[in-house]
T-cell receptor, first 113, second 111 residues
Framework: DAGVTQSPTHLIKTRGQQVTLRCSPISGHKSVSWYQQVLGQGPQFIFQ???????GRGNFPDRFSARQFPNYSSELNVNALLLGDSALYLC????????????FGSGTQLSVL | GENVEQHPSTLSVQEGDSAVIKCTYS??????FPWYKQELGKGPQLIIDIRSNVGEKKDQRIAVTLNKTAKHFSLHITETQPEDSAVYFC??????????FGAGTTVTVRA
């Protein structure tokens, strides 16, 4: 069975640009969460989506937004990119909104120049 | 919010020896404590987890202990092997989906 898939694997953008990252959860999983991992640190929670609705949000500015589609895949959008947005963006899927076991993808490495 | 501290930041052990990583958490409402292993170029992989109603859990060479009173939990890896070399993260959660991670421990197993 395929795990969580994310695309693209790497991305280079310049300050002020906008970026969209994509995630497909494990088949049968209905919840998707997004995490940001800055080099040398642990992942930080950005969003959780379940049944196309935002169910939780971390301490991130409104420049960060996301959505979930009927097939449970998800997109993370970041507007007006800053140098500090350079990080590995991880998507995690789980069976339900209250499921504790998260299964992570390999992430999208975003570099902002 | 939840704050998780993890020690040590780096750990070098001889193959066959044991490795211990310790974490503390701040939110007494946290009731779920997973451990993740992250290899280079990959996302974190869940290796073991424990809930607050259990004091200890073991899975082959890996064990986790939890002390709710002291708000700390530990990962123990016995008989370490080269493939155990990776970055290990502890996490805590009072809500299930929203994990608060420690800063990570880079484990190096010397052959």
């Amino acid at each position: 069975d395929a795990g969580v898939t994310q695309s693209p694997t790497h991305l280079i953008k310049t300050r002020g640009q906008q970026v969209t990252l994509r995630c497909s959860p494990i088949s049968g999983h209905k919840s998707v969460s997004w995490y940001q991992q800055v080099l040398g640190q642990g992942p930080q929670f950005i969003f959780q989506y379940y049944e196309k609705e935002e169910r939780g949000r971390g301490n991130f500015p409104d420049r960060f937004s996301a959505r979930q589609f009927p097939n449970y895949s998800s997109e993370l959008n970041v507007n007006a990119l800053l140098l500090g947005d350079s990080a590995l963006y991880l998507c995690a899927s789980s069976l339900r909104v209250d499921s504790e076991k998260l299964f992570f993808g390999s992430g999208t490495q975003l570099s902002v120049l | 919010g939840e704050n998780v501290e993890q020690h040590p930041s780096t750990l070098s052990v001889q193959e066959g020896d044991s490795a211990v990583i310790k974490c503390t958490y701040s939110d007494s409402a946290s009731n779920y404590f997973p451990w993740y292993k992250q290899e280079l170029g990959k996302g974190p992989q869940l290796i073991i987890d424990i809930r607050s109603n259990v004091g200890e859990k073991k899975d082959q060479r890996i064990a986790v202990t939890l002390n709710k009173t002291a708000k700390h939990f530990s990962l123990h890896i016995t008989e370490t092997q080269p493939e155990d070399s990776a970055v290990y993260f502890c996490a805590a959660s009072p809500y299930g989906y929203k994990l608060s991670f420690g800063a990570g421990t880079t484990v190096t197993v010397r052959a």
